[in-house]
């Protein structure tokens, strides 16, 4: 996978949690991960099309997560309900998007689909063919798993 | 007191949208997509209308068609992922009268309320 188009995603993910969490946000070293993703207490999956495709994940711990929206809603949130999670989905729907933005930048078209939501740890997903490639942002809320899994056609 | 319809597909942005606009003076109605939004704008004549553009059943860009289809003078602004610049200049083309972009950012949130509720 090209760089540009890690970066794109890494560099959407930074902007858009920091103005979230209004606070510093630090994407760690990009990492190949090897095996299938096991998921977290709370996973996004976005698929991508057209000239990047595959799919971005987006993993969350329980406290993360809780975290997040009790930032967002200025009030504790004990329990990853329905709108918690329509929170955490449109939290990666917005990355998704932005780096949408940047890609297109850069010459690659994206379209980006809805988001869907697996709940509760460990999990097993395969991406099969496809190398996933794995950044840890550290954010005030917490760290947030962001994995790439995509190819540019 | 100006009432406010806001749709989104996503029940967190509208929690976040209703609870910004209550706090700021307006009342709201919601409604989750464009379907819904065209048939409550029609029920409640609401003064202006907040819009996301990708939701099922009627998207954001066919609703605002259909609201301005019943009201010409309707005033909607579209709220949109960054990933939809071209069609955020659809909605503009189609009469939407401004736009707001995610992530939500309460400033320019209000910013498009005050704009939307500005006489022209």
Known sequence: MKAEVVQSFVTA????????????????????????????????????????????????????????????????????????????????????????????????????????????????????????????????CGIIDLQLAARER | MPKFLVVDDAAFMRMRCVKLLKENGY??????????????????HPDAVLMDITMPEMDGLQALGAILAYDPNARVAMVTALGQQSVVLDALKLGARDFVVKPFQAPRVLEAVHKLLAPR
């Open chain 1, 13 to 140: 993910a930074r902007d858009v949690l920091a103005q979230e969490m209004s606070g510093p946000v630090e994407p760690q070293k990009v990492k190949l991960q090897g095996g299938p993703y096991r998921t977290q207490a709370i996973t996004v999956i976005i698929g991508l099309t057209q000239q990047v495709e595959g799919a971005v994940i987006l993993g969350l711990s329980s406290e993360t997560a809780r975290a997040y929206c009790s930032h967002i809603m200025g009030e504790p949130v004990d329990e990853l309900d329905e709108l918690a999670q329509s929170g955490i989905a449109e939290l990666a729907n917005v990355i998704a998007g932005r780096a949408g933005v940047l890609l297109g930048e850069k010459g690659f078209v994206t379209a980006i689909a809805p988001p869907t939501i697996l709940l509760g740890d460990g999990s097993i997903l395969s991406t099969l063919s496809v190398p996933r490639l794995m950044v840890a942002v550290h954010t005030p």
């Open chain 2, 27 to 44: 009342e709201t109605i919601e409604a989750e997509n464009g379907a819904q939004a065209v048939e409550m704008y029609q029920k409640e």
